[in-house]
């Protein structure tokens, strides 16, 4: 099977020890739990993690490792929202809406793709918070790094100003959009939403309101040569949009939860399976913060100093 930019073979996890849902991100993501005890998830967070890595890396993905024993970075689980990495050894760091996410940069972690990747360029735009303008990574967008589009849903983490910022830099065509569940909540990050694989794309597009705009979107995957499978609105509520194709040693992977894996109808399952197989990584506890597999997943989409 031969090199797909679009999934890549590595990725950054970090290890919470002390996982908890954050009461700062609840007002607008409506994926999360409350009401939860805060010993036992942080548990069972810490052993989901460690299973998922060991699963992946069975699979032959390459898992760069973080621990978080802080108290203060209930999200940190998450670090697709602060940093994504780019072909030709570019990096980007994004500005977080929750102040306390902003603590999850950690620059250790750059160092290290630093020292085991061909890093050329780091473009910083964490200096927009203090004007209000956020745009949360590869959970604000989700990138089609083959035919260069940034698909983004409109909220308060999707700046236009920061997007704009970022597409014109990293060279991505911006399309934004609104979504919302059918109760009228909005979508808060594009990533529960879309999944964007080498030759297929998963995408609950019943949320894109706007029929013009929605068959735009439709039309843009299906001209990138991609098979859109179609996901109902209680299927993405269960994560099943959130997914991140990788590279293994037989070949591409889909990453998703076991949640979302059971969400799935036979015939999508078979759609999917055609291209990648899937690989159930089963992470309930940190399901209840509000996001899934593919925010747990930094992808690196940078050559090895290695090779």
């Keep these: 099977m031969p090199y797909s930019a679009q999934a890549p073979a590595a990725v950054v996890m970090i290890r919470p020890h ?24 942080a548990e069972k967070a810490y052993a989901e993690i460690t299973n998922a890595a060991k699963t992946l890396r069975h699979h032959g993905v390459v898992v760069h490792m973080f621990e978080d024993e802080g108290t203060t970075t209930p999200d940190s689980v998450f670090p697709n929202n602060w940093f994504s990495t780019h072909a030709g050894g570019h990096v980007a760091i994004y500005p ?8 999850e940069r950690r620059y ?34 989700v990138l089609d790094h083959i035919d260069r589009v940034a698909y983004a849903v409109r909220s308060d983490r999707t700046s236009p100003v920061a997007l704009e910022r970022f597409a014109t830099q990293f060279g991505f065509e911006p399309m934004v959009f609104d979504a919302c ?5 909005a979508v808060y990050h594009t990533n529960v939403l879309m999944c964007i694989g080498t030759d297929f794309a998963l995408i609950g597009s019943g949320m894109i ?3 013009s705009r929605r068959q735009e979107i439709l039309v843009r995957l299906h001209g990138s040569g991609r098979e859109v499978i179609e996901l109902r609105d209680d299927q ?21 939860s076991t949640t979302a894996l059971a969400s799935l109808d036979p015939s999508q399952r ?33 050559f090895s100093r290695k090779n």
């Design 236 to 256: 993405i509520e269960r994560f099943a949009g959130n997914a991140l194709e990788l590279e293994g040693h037989n070949g591409r992977v889909l990453a998703m």
């Design 96 to 103: 977080m809406r929750a102040s306390n996410r902003r603590q």
């Design 209 to 211: 309101r706007d029929t």
């Design 270 to 302: 078979e759609a999917i399976e055609e291209y990648v197989r899937i690989v159930p990584l089963d992470i309930p506890s940190i399901e209840m913060a509000g996001g899934s597999v593919r925010c747990t997943l930094a992808g690196i989409h940078l």
């Design 108 to 141: 250790d972690i750059i160092e290290m793709l630093k020292s085991e990747y061909r890093v050329q360029q780091v473009v910083d735009y964490s200096g927009l918070e203090p004007d209000g303008l956020f745009l949360e990574g590869t959970g604000a967008m």
């Design 181 to 185: 569940n059918a109760e009228g909540v």
């Design 18 to 41: 002390n996982f908890t849902v954050n009461n700062q991100t609840a007002g607008d993501n409506s994926f999360q739990t409350t009401g939860i005890d805060q010993a036992d998830i």
